[in-house]
């Protein structure tokens, strides 16, 4: 499996606080069944210089225990005005691909957010992919079809599809073909761990494991 979503860098952002805690992540998810991993520490265009930030992320990367699993070096990217026209948006996409996780603000969408975010494909080539859609919910269903028709990208968290209060909503948009991308978050061992595999249980349980292998082989056809 491939995990989209993690803070499994040592002491790179409010994820894991050091090394030991890495290895412990990476076992977790090993153990999960996930093979690839995607860590995306945080990045906010308002606190981070690009350039630094990258730095960090070589020597948190460095510090990461050694492990089978493939892991592969993205940044979760918080939105910012005029964000399409930035040059360092590039070097924050995930390994060597155009997939670029974008964080929405939490508040309400405006016509020049989403168009903002459309225009990182259209000016820079780039593909977004919006981070756990299912924390703005309301917000995606109310642009899901002009996000859509501009093939902008989803990932979901495993949360979502674990607590019975979303769930079905949850399945509901990966019957739909909204699910691009799943997606841990882990950020530590006790309050947010990672639960991939429990969310591929209930995926498989609910909707088969043809419907699991078919979320993976897009997640792996694009990477």
């Known amino acids: 499996m491939i995990d989209f979503h993690s803070h499994i860098l040592p002491a790179m952002d409010d994820g894991s606080k050091d090394a030991e805690m890495s290895a412990a ?10 093979t ?16 630094e930030f990258l730095q960090r992320r070589a020597a948190a990367f460095a510090n990461l ?3 089978d699993l493939q892991v592969l070096l993205g940044a979760e990217v918080a939105y910012f005005d005029g964000m399409s026209h930035s ?5 924050l996409c995930v390994g060597a691909t155009r997939l670029l996780l974008v964080e929405m603000p939490f508040a309400t969408w405006t016509e020049r957010m989403l168009q903002e975010v459309c225009d990182i494909g259209m000016r820079q080539g780039l593909q977004p992919v919006l981070a756990h859609v299912e924390r703005y919910r309301s917000q995606f269903m109310k642009h899901r079809d002009f996000l859509t028709d501009r093939e902008v990208l989803f990932q979901f968290g495993t949360e979502v599809f674990l607590d019975w209060r979303s769930r079905r909503w949850a399945l509901d948009c990966l019957d739909r073909g909204e699910v691009h991308f799943l997606g841990s978050d882990c950020h530590n061992l006790t309050t947010r761990p990672p ?3 429990e969310a591929a249980r209930t995926i498989v349980k609910k909707r088969g494991a043809e419907a699991l292998n078919e979320l993976m082989e897009f997640s792996r056809s694009m990477l």
């Open 87 to 91: 040059d360092a948006l590039r070097q």
């Open 65 to 67: 225990p050694e492990t």
């Open 25 to 34: 992540l990476l076992q977790m998810l090993r153990q999960q069944g996930v």
């Open 195 to 197: 639960r991939i595999g």
């Open 36 to 51: 690839t991993v995607v860590a995306t520490p945080h990045f906010y265009a308002d606190k981070h210089n690009p350039a």
